[in-house]
């Protein structure tokens, strides 16, 4: 697919656009810390065991409970930049009216798809804490025993984001849909390739600038 736009302006909607886009940023750095971590973990343990035949102790185990971060911390932020991969091939020949409606409708179905998961998500979160257990987990990993819980309670936890995310698309595209805009603000706008070079170059020069002034 090809890159996505977000327009803004000072309408309330924008506003809440900014000011959750914020939250979803703090999440993807994080996530892209823990995956600095992962890249860190895999050199002392390899290193550990060429260099002195003791590879880091629950490797395996450091790596299963890091990867959820990786991989729901930027759901929310993905999201927002329409970076998900999707199908264009009917809604990318869609235009005005058509196209909001289409979005409009895949956007209330992942809501609902996303209210379902985040009630099975939240049942295995329950099943795995519990405050009178040691480390307050009923379960653990395999290898050196880290509780479990705190990966199943994130699951939920950036769904919900992603919820708030999806809420804000979906108020945005209703609004382009009953209102017959063109370019609304707070959703992402399909941009050709070519659009999609040239906002990358105009970044591009920006950055130069800024850096020789």
Avoid: C
């Avoid at 736009?5 to 000011?19: F, G, K, P």
């Avoid at 260099?51 to 759901?75: C, H, K, N, T």
């Avoid at 049942?123 to 009178?132: I, V």
């Avoid at 595209?173 to 063109?182: E, K, N, Q, S, T």
């Amino acid at each position: 697919m090809a890159g996505a736009a977000v327009l803004e302006d000072s309408s309330t909607l924008s506003r809440l656009d900014r000011s959750l886009y914020r939250i979803e940023r703090f999440f993807a750095l994080i996530a892209g810390i823990f995956t600095l971590m992962l890249m860190v973990l895999a050199v002392v343990s390899v290193g550990g065991r060429e260099l002195f035949e003791r590879p880091l102790p629950g490797y395996v185990d450091w790596i299963s409970q890091a990867l959820p971060f990786i991989a729901f911390m930027g759901l929310a932020f993905t999201q927002r930049d329409g970076g998900h991969i999707r199908m264009d091939i009917v809604i990318g020949q869609l235009r005005g009216r058509a196209l909001w409606f289409a979005e409009l409708l895949t956007s209330v179905a992942t809501l609902v798809i996303l209210i379902l998961l985040i009630w099975g998500a939240w049942s295995h979160f329950g099943r795995s804490f519990d405050w009178a257990a040691p480390m307050w987990s009923r379960d653990s990993t395999i290898d050196i025993n880290l509780p479990i819980w705190p990966t199943k309670l994130l699951v939920p936890m950036m769904f919900g984001v992603l919820v708030l995310r999806i809420i804000v698309q979906i108020i945005g595209y209703a609004r382009a849909l009953f209102l017959g805009l063109d370019s609304p603000v707070a959703v992402p706008l399909m941009q050709s390739v070519a659009e999609q070079a040239a906002a990358e170059a105009a970044l591009m020069e920006g950055g130069s600038k800024n850096g020789t002034n």
